[in-house]
C-alpha cells in the first residue's frame, strides 16, 4: 500500500510540533537550572557575610575574654586592661587608604602576587629562618586570609603546593621532611592555625584534654627521677638507678604506664573518629604530601616512610602541638594549665608523636618503652586514618558554587602598609629574571618605599584584588595584568595605573 504526500506531510509536522516541544522543554530546564544557580550564589553570597560577622565576633568576644583575664590576674582597672590590649587588636581598626595614591599600584601587585606563587617563593628562598615568620603570617593571615571563603583556600593551597614541591626536590630525607624548620613547613603551621584547623581541634580534643586538666590527681608521669624526687623531694637523685632503688618508685611507674596507654588511646580514639571532619584543605596537604614522595626522586620509599610524612604533617604540625600547648589553638580557653597538667599532655603528645613518626621509643626516652606494645598495636589504625584522611578531590570540585562561580565574592585583602613595604623590600632583592619579566613593571611605581610606619600607625588597609578566576588557580603575570585592566574597564575605570 502506498504512502501519500500528505500523510507524510503530516507524519513530518507532528515529528517538528515533538521537537519544538522538547527544545522548549531544554529551555525551561535551562533557565529553571539558571535560577538555581543565582539562587545558590546568593545564597552563598549571605552565608559569606554572615561568616565574616562571625568571625569579627569571635575575635570581639576572644578581646573580651583577654581583658577580663587581667581584671582579674593582675587587679587593673578596665582602662589599663583596654590600652595593654589596645595595640593586640588593631585588626578592628581599618584604615581605608593610608598609600594615597599608589593603593592602585599596590593592588595590582598583591594580585599578582596572588595568582603567580612563584614570586612569593623567590621572596621565600633567600630568608633566613630567623626571619620568615612575619612573611609567612603576611601570606597565611593577610594576603590570603579571608578563611571564609573557599576561592582564597584555593589560592593558598596553590602557593602550599607549589612550596612542598620545590621542597621535595631539594631535600634528601623525605620521610623526616616536616622535622625542618623552613619556609613550606612553616607555612604548614600557620595554616592549620586558620579558622578551620583550629575548629576541628577544638571539637576533637576540647572536651578530652579538659578532662585531662580537671583531674587534679591525675598523674601519668613515666619518669623514674621525675618520681622519685616527687616522692623523696629532699633525696640526691641524679641517675634512673638512683630513683629506682627508691621504696615506691618502681610501683608508682607500674601504675602510671596503663594509665598513660588509656589517655592516649582515647585521644586517638577520638582523632580516628572525627577524619570526616578534618578541614579540607589540611586533607588536602596530605595528600599533595604523599603525592610528591610518590615521584621518581622517592620512588624507593615504603608506604610506612610514606605515611610518616604524612604524620609529620598532621600529628607534628597539628595535633601534637595543640595537646602539648592547647592555648594558643583555642583547644582550651581561660584555664590555668597546673605543671603536672602540662606534663601529663608533654606525655601524651609524646607517644603519640612516636607513633606517628613510625618509631618505637629507644634509647631517647627509655622511660617510655613500656608504651611501645601500644604504639605497636596502633600502627594499622593509623595507617587507616591517612588513607581515609588522605580520600579527597581537588580544591576546584569543593561545592557546588566552587564548580559553577567565583567563590571569591569579596575581592579584597586586609593588610598593614608595613607588610607590604617588606614585601616589595624582598622582591627587589629577590632579582628576579629575566628582567623583561612583567613583576618589574609591577614594582617600578613602588620602589621608593616610605619609612617603617610605628606600630599605633600600622593599620590594616583595605586593597581590592582580582577575583579568582573560574578556570584555574594559578595565572602567569600577563594574563594577571589583562585581567586587572579588564576588572578595572567592567567597573568604569580605564585608568588601571598600571605600567605595561
Known sequence: MSVTPSVLLDGVWERLVQLQQVLQEEKANEQALEDAENALQQMQEHYASLNRQHHTCTLEIRNLDLKINLLIKNMISVEEATKALGETFLFFKVEQNPLGKLKKHWENLVSLLRFSPRYLMSMARMLPVTEMDPLVNSLVFSLFGDMFQVGEDRLLLNLIKHLLEGEMERCKDAPNLLRQNSFATKTLSAYVKRNGGRQHLRETLGDTLLAILHDPDLDL???????????????????????????????????????????????????????????????????????????????????????????????????????????????????????KARRNLTLIAKVLQNLANNQLVQSKEPFLRPLNPFILRSRAPLDQYYAALVDVGEPEQQGALGRRHDLGVCHSVNVTPNELYRIVELLIKAKIEPREDPIHSFLAPLKELPPRLPKAENKLVILEVAPLPRSCPELGPHVVLEHIQRRASEDGNTHTHTHT
Open 221 to 339: 608521669e613515666m619518669d623514674p627521677i621525675r618520681v622519685a624526687r616527687d616522692l623523696y623531694p629532699h633525696a640526691p637523685i641524679h641517675t634512673n638507678e638512683e630513683a629506682l632503688s627508691h621504696p615506691g618508685v618502681a610501683e608508682r611507674l607500674q601504675e602510671h604506664a596503663p594509665l598513660l596507654e588509656a589517655h592516649c588511646t582515647t585521644v586517638l580514639q577520638r582523632i580516628f573518629a572525627r577524619v570526616a571532619s578534618v578541614p579540607f584543605g589540611i586533607r588536602w596537604i596530605a595528600k599533595q604530601l604523599l603525592r610528591v614522595s610518590q615521584g621518581s626522586k622517592f620512588a624507593h620509599l615504603t608506604l610506612d616512610e610514606r605515611n610518616t610524612l604524612v604524620g609529620g604533617f598532621v600529628f607534628l604540625r597539628f595535633f601534637s602541638p595543640a595537646i602539648f600547648t592547647p592555648e594558643p589553638y583555642g583547644v582550651i580557653r581561660n584555664e590555668q594549665v597546673a605543671p
